[in-house]
């Protein structure tokens, strides 16, 4: 039974959006993979550990996105009331983005107790 209301547009961008971050996720982990065989040995604990943690959350927040794709597009397709609240899952894209982002931000801009800032803004 086709949709009442279109919703092509908005689900259409969801799994779009989830299919190129399962790429870009790919991506990261390739190049996880190569650091740690190759460059880690040059860095000290407390940075690995960064590393690691960062993919952790990273592969939380791709199984946050691929349940809220799936229970959107999938479980409950059609279901307009599913749609006015707030998953749990969507809950948890939204957390460990912040997370990700807060993190990698205060590595690049305030330095951390195991290495310099790699980007520092001075004023003129």
Known sequence: MPALIPVDGVHGALLIATVLSSIIYGVTWSQVYSYYNSHSSRDRWPLRSFVAFLMLVDTANLIFLIYATYQLVITNFGDYEFTNFTQWS?????????????????????G????????VLKRA
């Open 112 to 119: 951390s107790s195991w290495g310099e800032p790699i980007l």
């Open 90 to 110: 969507q809950a948890g894209v939204v957390l460990s983005t912040a997370v990700l982002e807060v993190s990698v931000q205060q590595y690049v801009f305030m």
